[in-house]
Structure formats: structure tokens, C-alpha cells
């Protein structure tokens, strides 16, 4: 037992950091680990599939900041009450941050379309519209995508139309091609609520009565549609990750004493930190590179030869 807890405080001084965490992967981050077995991507698609994640993980980033900005609409309450007016700059701010964040959940979508090109391009239905990301979502509404796309792939860009695409892109376009829309936690002060409800306007979403307003709770507006972006990027991206080959690709499994440790692991092998086999075993058994640290535990090690074998 002593040995035990000897050998956890002397891997814990090491301080190795660990990449491979199959179990705690999402669909997308699967897929983009391992796509290299099957597809060959140019640069342009390359880059889409890191804007995939990219522009999602900047949707977080603003979310957070946004949070805090928040409180600063306390400045625009005094500002009103003390002069009867306001510039409600902070709410401006505000709205600015949130505008963002509508653009990033649709450039996240965008960049799957464009991975879906990549792949299914020379089929009908996919490839009709390469460059119109609406055009897409329009054609699986219409059931115009050829059979030979996969069926969960279909199915999320059909569910999609139907439900959260086209909201999401009337945003994302009076946005992109217009002023910053406004937010305000005025009505909920009215009200004497304590965390007074954000509503959001913009000027060019004004329905045929002029009415600019889009909603009273717009963080909870926007949640709802990150969470539909979100289950439609795991469809997209499972359905994906069931077309690659079999074949072996080289892991990054972390990082100690300043070194890469690798192993060889194939999609459908990939389970937890146990699969696939140790390939920077042929170094450290030579001595050319320090011991992994989890060589004892490591399942992937065990499924390794070593070249005296």
C-alpha cells in the first residue's frame, strides 16, 4: 500500500500531462482526431473543420465575457435616472458581444457545411449549392439530398431547417450586414426582479409592425440555440466518425519531461486511455527518451512489443 501511494506522489511531482482522453471526447473532437485515416482534406477544408471547433469555443469565450459586462448596465440605469436620458453605451456593449455570439454559433454550422462538401460533394443535393450554407439545410428539407449521404446526416440538416436553421441564419444575416442590435435589463428593474432578464431589439429584425424587439431573455434565447448547434454538430460529426477506415494513426498521448509520448490507435479501438499500442516505447526502452510514467498502468503499453520480443 505504501508502494502505491509512493508511486502516485512521485507521478504527481513529475506532473506528466495527459492528452489522451478518448472518454472524454465529444463527437467532433473524435472525428477530428482521426479523419487523417480516411479523408485528405486540402487547406481550405482543413482549416473549416478547426473553425468547426474554433468558432464554438469563441462563442464560450464571449459568453463569459458577457456575464460580466452585465453589472455594468447599473451605469445606464443611473445615467437615466439621474439625467433623464441615457447614451446606454454599456447596453450597446453589451448587445455588440452579443451579436458575436450569434455569428459564431452560425459560422460553427457554416464550417460543417462546408466539411459535408468536402465529402459528399459530387452527390445531388450536396453538391447543387457548395457555397450557400441555407442552400443546404433547404435541400434536406426538400428530401433533395441523395440517398448515398448518410441517413443521421440527412436527418440533422432536415430537423434543422425545421426547427433552429432559419431563425439562426435571420439573426446571423440582420447582424452581419447591419448596426449593433441593443440590449436592456430596464423591464425587468421595472418589474423588481433581482437578476433582471436581458431583452434584445435590433432594427433590422423589426416585424411588418415596425416592432423591433426580438425577445425578452436573450441569454436564454441564445442557450437554446447553442444547445440545438450542438446536438446537430454531434450528429453530423457520429455519423462522420462511422465512415472512417480502420486503420492505425498515430496519437498524441501527452507530454513528460518535455517530450511527445505517441501511440498507434485505430476509431474503432478507441475506448480509454488503455487503447492502441505504445509507439515512443521503442525509444524509451532503448534509453533514448525518460520512461512514461504510466508505463505500469498503461494498457496501451502492455498491447506494445517490445523489440527484443
Not at 473543420?49 to 460580466?68: A, E, T
Not at 477506415?245 to 486511455?273: A, N
Request: overall charge neutral.
Amino acid at each position: 500500500m505504501a508502494e502505491d501511494v509512493n508511486e502516485k506522489d512521485e507521478l504527481n511531482s513529475s506532473r506528466p500531462i495527459i492528452t489522451f482522453v478518448p472518454e472524454m471526447w465529444g463527437e467532433f473532437e473524435r472525428f477530428h482526431k482521426f479523419y487523417g485515416s480516411t479523408y485528405r482534406f486540402n487547406k481550405f477544408t482543413t482549416s473549416a473543420l478547426c473553425g468547426v471547433h474554433g468558432h464554438f469555443d469563441r462563442y464560450h469565450v464571449l459568453l463569459s465575457l458577457s456575464k460580466r459586462l452585465i453589472p455594468e448596465l447599473e451605469k445606464d440605469y443611473e445615467e437615466l435616472i439621474k439625467n433623464g436620458n441615457s447614451d446606454a453605451i454599456h447596453s450597446r456593449e453589451l448587445a455588440a458581444i452579443v451579436d458575436s455570439m450569434f455569428c459564431e454559433l452560425y459560422s460553427s454550422v457554416d464550417c460543417t457545411r462546408r466539411v459535408i462538401v468536402a465529402i459528399y460533394g459530387k452527390y445531388p443535393g450536396i453538391g447543387m449549392d457548395k457555397k450557400s450554407t441555407s442552400g443546404l439545410f433547404k435541400n434536406a428539407g426538400k428530401h433533395k439530398i441523395d440517398d448515398r449521404v448518410p441517413l443521421e446526416i440527412r436527418g440533422a440538416l432536415e430537423k434543422g431547417q425545421s426547427d433552429w436553421f432559419p431563425k439562426l441564419k435571420k439573426i446571423r444575416d440582420a447582424i452581419n450586414h447591419s448596426s449593433v442590435g441593443f440590449c436592456s435589463d430596464l423591464t425587468g428593474r421595472k418589474n423588481g426582479e433581482l437578476e433582471p432578464k436581458i431583452s434584445y431589439s435590433h432594427q433590422t429584425l423589426a416585424n411588418e409592425l415596425g416592432n423591433v424587439h426580438v425577445t425578452d431573455d436573450v441569454f436564454k434565447m441564445i442557450s437554446e440555440l447553442e444547445v440545438k448547434v450542438n446536438l446537430f454538430q454531434g450528429s453530423i460529426y457520429n455519423a462522420l466518425y462511422q465512415t472512417l477506415e480502420d486503420k492505425e494513426t498515430t496519437q498524441v498521448c501527452g507530454w513528460f519531461d518535455g517530450r511527445v509520448y505517441l501511440r498507434l490507435v485505430s476509431p474503432k479501438e478507441v475506448i480509454d486511455f488503455n487503447s492502441g499500442r505504445c509507439y515512443s516505447r521503442i525509444y524509451f526502452d532503448k534509453g533514448s527518451m525518460s520512461t512514461c510514467p504510466f508505463m505500469a498502468i498503461c494498457g496501451a503499453y502492455k498491447n506494445s512489443k517490445s523489440e527484443d520480443n
